[in-house]
């Protein structure tokens, strides 16, 4: 930004001319990075520095196009944004014919237009005096986006959901204030970072706090609750996994702010002048949730879901799910207090870790967390792989073995989606994790104090988990995306150093995976997309000198000879050619 401001203020003139060859990857990616998810204050930058690009306003008329989107949202962001957004437009409505520009506007007319218009209520009397002289420029274009739709907000369910029932003596009717707004309020104080600390955040904390200890239904008798919870068929009878639906409350109107009011007590604990009055509470209600679902799928009544009523404990899990994917990070760490807290609770009430990870609960919490690292933003991404690291450590090692499979695939689309974007060390963590995951899974068993049945079984786990991860380890040797390819290397290399065997005899098994792609036989390799060409050529260059040898080219087979062909053009051909490729 100091970079860019400095130069378009004029005093490195000469700086002009070397930013004319890098403005259209300049731009491509300004653009990419400004339309992406990020922090607001990280979204303002991407969208600033793509306004003050420095170069002349004549050199930028070719990208034209690529400055309509980060001008829309400079319309709509902070003040100094709207500033920069309206000299930029103001620039290009004074210098450029009409036709010209309104063809390029065409786009985003609309939102442009809109945000204008919106710009005129700015507080500051300067920005809506420039908005107004604007709009002026235009001229007619100025009301041809009234008949666009405009942008309403509308009201998404018609009940009411949880409210607080006001009599008024002089009223026959009483009045209903739903709760959902007081919750949601308080809960955006809590997350906001300009709510002022003390007095109205400790206010927040009160309401959500009340609410929750409200939605709680005493029981009178404890020694009931207590004979309940130590019957002895929660460590003896026989767990029934979660392959069926789970129970969840029948009004979704109260489930939604029931997890809004938790997600409001996990923000809450990541708050420090809250955070001892925070904790205790949050103690108590994460390990009450995870006593009322362990008691709806264990023990003496596992309920079937027709016979259950109320809120149901799964509720904790997906506001989990919603603070361990928030942007901000800070809050994964009351996230990751309440993990330990619901295995340590379901370990005490089972008898064992193993009986604990039977529980339906802890598939909810698996496919949750995985589905944390597929939602697009880095952050929710760097979330799910900060659970699963928690679940693969912390769990029993059969239900690890069981969902290693679905964890590789998560942890590798991390490293392929965040390909070229701001992941704040999110690829970084996916790496570690997955070698970790691997060392962990595939290293020798402790079978000290184990029943022969039990060791056999977990054997055959383990056999099986190992050969699912191994297969697709071998299928994404040929990965077009770089960080893949390179993780499922160094991957094969792992599980050969832990299972004392070469890469070759890892792969061997998985052989007919790549037979048809080392070396290609079924496309060209010219038809082929840039990075898959390279993803190609580095998994045969793999594949073709290990050693012992996995594939050996043989320029007497057809196919191979067209490879070698195809190879020997590309490395013939010109560089000025090749550096023109999209890759």
Not at 119 to 144: E, M, Y
Not at 295 to 315: E, H, I, K, N, T
Not at 384 to 406: H, P, S
Not at 513 to 523: G, Q, R, S
Request: glycine share 6%.
């Amino acid at each position: 930004r100091a970079l860019f401001r400095s130069i378009g203020g004029g005093s490195h003139d000469l700086l002009y001319q070397e930013f004319l060859p890098l403005l259209p990857n300049l731009l491509q990616g300004l653009n990419s990075l400004q339309s992406g998810l990020h922090k607001q204050h990280m979204k303002d930058l991407f969208v600033e520095l793509c306004l003050t690009v420095p170069v002349r306003l004549s050199s930028l008329l070719p990208y034209l196009p690529m400055l309509m989107d980060p001008l829309v949202s400079a319309l709509n962001g902070s003040q100094t944004l709207v500033s920069q957004g309206l000299r930029t437009l103001e620039l290009c409505v004074d210098n450029l014919q009409p036709d010209f520009l309104y063809e390029h506007i065409q786009p985003v007319r609309a939102e442009l237009m809109q945000a204008l218009w919106k710009t005129l209520r700015n507080p500051s009397d300067q920005i809506a005096h420039v908005a107004f002289r604007v709009l002026g420029k235009f001229g007619g274009g100025n009301r041809k986006m009234m008949i666009e739709p405009q942008a309403l907000e509308y009201v998404e369910q018609e009940e009411l959901g949880p409210a607080l029932t006001v009599v008024f003596p002089e009223h026959r009717q009483p009045i209903s204030l739903p709760v959902r707004n007081i919750i949601e309020t308080a809960f955006n104080a809590l997350k906001s970072s300009t709510t002022e600390p003390g007095f109205y955040r400790k206010q927040c904390w009160e309401a959500i706090r009340c609410y929750l200890v409200c939605s709680l239904q005493h029981e009178p008798d404890r020694q009931q609750t207590f004979k309940l919870l130590s019957h002895t068929s929660f460590r003896e009878a026989r767990i029934v996994g979660g392959a069926g639906p789970q129970y969840q409350c029948g009004d979704p109107q109260a489930r939604l702010v029931h997890q809004m009011a938790v997600t409001g007590m996990f923000v809450a604990a990541a708050i420090k002048e809250l955070r001892s009055s925070v904790l205790p509470t949050m103690v108590a209600l994460v390990r009450h949730y995870t006593m009322v679902a362990i008691a709806q799928q264990a023990g003496p009544f596992p309920a079937l879901g027709s016979r259950l009523q109320g809120m149901d404990g799964l509720v904790l899990v997906d506001a989990l799910a919603s603070i361990m994917g928030h942007e901000e990070k800070e809050l994964c760490k009351p996230g990751h207090l309440a993990m330990v807290l619901v295995l340590d609770t379901a370990t005490t009430i089972t008898g064992s870790r193993e009986r604990a990870c039977r529980l339906p609960l802890m598939d909810y919490l698996a496919e949750k967390m995985c589905a944390l690292c597929y939602q697009r933003a880095w952050y929710a991404k760097l979330g799910g792989c900060i659970a699963i690291k928690f679940l693969f450590e912390r769990m029993d090692l059969r239900w690890v073995l069981d969902r290693q499979f679905n964890f590789l695939k998560a942890l590798l689309f991390v490293m392929m989606d965040l390909t070229g974007e701001v992941s704040s060390g999110a690829v970084e963590m996916a790496k570690s994790n997955l070698e970790r995951m691997l060392r962990h899974c595939a290293k020798p068993l402790d079978t000290q104090d184990m029943e022969e049945a039990a060791v056999a079984d977990l054997e055959a786990a383990r056999e099986k988990s190992i050969y699912d991860v191994t297969h697709e380890l071998v299928r994404q040797v040929t990965s077009p995306n770089k960080y893949v390819r390179e993780q499922a290397i160094a991957s094969l290399r792992v599980l050969a150093e832990l299972t004392g065997r070469s890469v070759t005899e890892v792969m061997a098994p998985h052989k007919d995976v790549l037979a048809d792609m080392i070396p290609p036989k079924k496309h060209l390799l010219r038809h082929q997309p840039v990075n898959a060409q390279i993803g190609l050529m580095d998994g045969n260059t793999f594949c073709t000198t290990l050693g012992p040898r996995l594939f050996t080219i043989d320029l007497k087979v057809m196919e191979h000879k067209v490879f070698f062909t195809e190879l020997l053009a590309l490395c013939e051909q010109d560089d000025a050619n090749l550096q023109k490729l999209p890759c």
